[in-house]
């Protein structure tokens, strides 16, 4: 059993420093990565500046400039296309043929899955933390323990993007297909989300906006940053957001069963 | 046999000693102050526990209550109920409304002689400041300044008065001996609030449309030696307006409320440099400090709650939802 065990976290180590080394080898990507949010912080919400700050909402305790409101939803956005990102490296692996490497191990393949996961969301994690720092040297600063408690939810969330991506994956034949993604994916997810604005708000712009955007997983995931960085739980999000993690998780292994998925279908792997 | 040998007891009793006078040390810091906000549209007093940060007692007042001070012997909160004309008296002990004297038309702001069982109240309509003795119950004397008085500011040893008018544009300096405006300066736009440093050499008068707060030298010239002015980034120029002051008695910080750009300023006190601003409510009116001055309380008129700031760090805590627009707050110790 014990060796089983080794042989289980041999194999996830495998998995996860390849993704890391990957990542690090692609300076670029990493740079990319960084670049995308804080182009949101420092253009878009500096220029809400003059909106004369966001009213007192949950979890905060007092009114707050729009730009602090921003970082859990440039937080997610972050995971986000970091999840994206790697069911862009699903779809090359396939494309190259290493991904048939990775699934003809021995191990099952529910587990490869969730070990690639997992390496998404760990360099997803380091991306966030930069993120942060940065945003903390900016002047945007959370409660010092709001930067632990953020840790299991960028888990989950990580784990939830990841999983899409990975659904995703299965559906998208060729890279060309990507951007295709981004556009019916990506944007609507984050943008009908309360990453840019609280619900409240969106409830008073459109009532179909807002019901769209409480219906959207991401809103929670979101939230549940928000609350865990403002050292608070918010249970329903957590709630929400496992279980959305759990429903795609099992269709993303269910796609990648050669003899059920859309693999099959599609005679890839 | 014992549970504790005598050594261990005769370590431990001195400890325990140290202990229980340690609790009596603390025990005047346990008593939490009490913040009074001024509900002018809700006709009530809101008690907030500084602990808890949470409203405790709402008291019913007259019509309009807005300046709040408390008696020179500290049992009484004076409370200038304008539409009523009067002023309503709240014993700290019941929060009650035991007493209410007569003001003068639309009393706004009050202050208290620190020597004397005086108040001064502005009346905005009339032009003069009322003089009331709150024990006798009588009116003093009434001091004419310029159009419109609005706000007030008392030396710390009681010499000086400054009345500012908010259509002369003036601070007027009465000399409380003599009970006469002795001296007459032009300061901005609009002058709402006035406040004295911890040794009374500096007055800070704010003014509103003009978004500035001058420097009064009260010493020699009384003179305005400096002219503060604030600007918001990112925020309209029109709805940056100085209004309430505060000032540390280390010579460290002023705080400058600035109207409905929701901020407050952080001016050094030496410099008369603008450090920061931090976003509170909105329509920040009046501000005030606590005992030790680890905290500043700041009304939030539109949004109708309190703002809590933590001083050392210059941030903003919590906001407390209070009554229907809270104008003046004070903190009792």
């Known amino acids: ?269 | 046999m014992p549970i504790l040998s005598r050594e261990t007891t005769a370590m431990i009793k001195p400890a325990l000693a140290g202990l229980a006078l340690g609790a009596l040390a603390l025990a005047p810091f346990a008593h939490a102050e009490r913040i009074f906000v001024s509900n002018e549209q809700d006709n009530t007093v809101s008690v907030i526990d500084g602990e808890s940060l949470e409203v405790i007692e709402v008291i019913n007042v007259g019509r309009r209550p807005r300046a709040m001070a408390f008696s020179s012997d500290g049992s009484e909160l004076f409370v200038a109920v304008g539409d009523d004309e009067a002023i309503d008296m709240i014993d700290l002990e019941t929060l009650q409304v035991v007493r209410s004297q007569s003001s003068g038309e639309d009393p706004e702001v009050i202050r208290v002689d620190p020597n004397r069982p005086y108040i001064y109240v502005s009346n905005e309509d009339d032009n003069i400041v009322s003089v009331l003795d709150y024990e006798r119950r009588t009116l003093v004397t009434e001091i004419p300044v310029g159009v419109e008085p609005e706000g007030l500011g008392i030396s710390p040893d009681g010499r000086w008065l400054i009345a500012t008018t908010e259509t002369s544009n003036m601070a007027h300096i009465i000399d409380a001996e003599i009970m006469e405006a002795v001296h007459h300066r032009l300061v901005g736009a609009r002058p709402r609030h006035a406040e004295f440093n911890h040794d009374g050499s500096k007055a800070w008068v704010s003014a509103e449309i003009a978004a500035t707060v001058s420097v009064l030298d009260m010493v020699d010239t009384f003179d305005v030696e400096h002219t503060i002015r604030f600007d918001v980034p990112g925020v309209p120029r029109e709805t940056v307006q100085a209004v309430g002051v505060q000032l540390t008695s280390d010579g460290r910080y002023g705080f400058v409320a600035l109207g409905p750009s929701n901020r407050v300023a952080v001016v050094d006190q030496q410099t008369y440099e603008v450090l920061d601003y931090i976003l509170v409510g909105q329509r920040v009116w009046h501000l005030a400090l606590n005992a030790d001055e680890s905290r500043l309380y700041t009304t939030n008129g539109v949004s109708g709650d309190v703002t809590v700031i933590d001083v050392e760090n210059l941030t903003a805590l919590q906001s407390i939802p209070v009554g229907r627009f809270p104008w003046g707050v004070i903190v009792q110790p």
């Open chain 1, 1 to 269: 059993m014990s060796v089983g065990m080794g042989r289980y976290l041999h194999c996830m180590r495998g998995v996860v420093s390849r993704e890391l080394l990957r990542f690090v080898h692609q300076r670029s990507r990493f740079v990319a990565a960084l670049v995308r949010p804080l182009i949101w912080l420092f253009v878009f919400a500096a220029g809400f500046r003059m909106a004369l700050g966001v009213a007192m909402t949950d979890p905060y305790k007092t009114y707050i400039l729009y730009e602090v409101y921003i970082i859990p939803g440039l937080v997610g956005m972050i995971q986000l296309f970091n999840g994206m990102q790697s069911s862009l490296s699903m779809v090359y692996d396939r494309e190259m043929g290493s991904m048939r490497v990775l699934l003809v191990s021995p191990f099952p393949r529910w587990y490869l899955l969730v070990c690639k996961l997992l390496a998404g969301t760990l360099v997803s994690i380091a991306q966030v933390y930069v993120f942060l720092t940065i945003a903390w040297f900016y002047g945007i600063k959370a409660p010092p323990m709001g930067y632990v408690w953020i840790l299991p939810a960028l888990v989950v969330t990580g784990f939830m993007v990841g999983a899409l991506g990975m659904l995703l994956s299965t559906f998208v034949k060729q890279l060309e297909n990507f951007a295709g993604v981004m556009n019916f994916v990506i944007f609507p997810m984050f943008f009908l989300s309360s990453a840019l604005y609280p619900l409240w708000r969106i409830r008073e712009g459109s009532y179909l906006v807002y019901q769209i955007a409480a219906m959207n997983p991401f809103t929670y995931a979101v939230e549940m940053i928000r609350f865990a960085l403002y050292e608070q739980l918010n249970l329903d999000a957590v709630m929400i957001v496992v279980a959305t993690t759990l429903v795609l998780l099992a269709l993303a292994i269910l796609g990648y069963n050669p003899a059920r998925g859309m693999m099959a279908r599609k005679g890839g792997g």
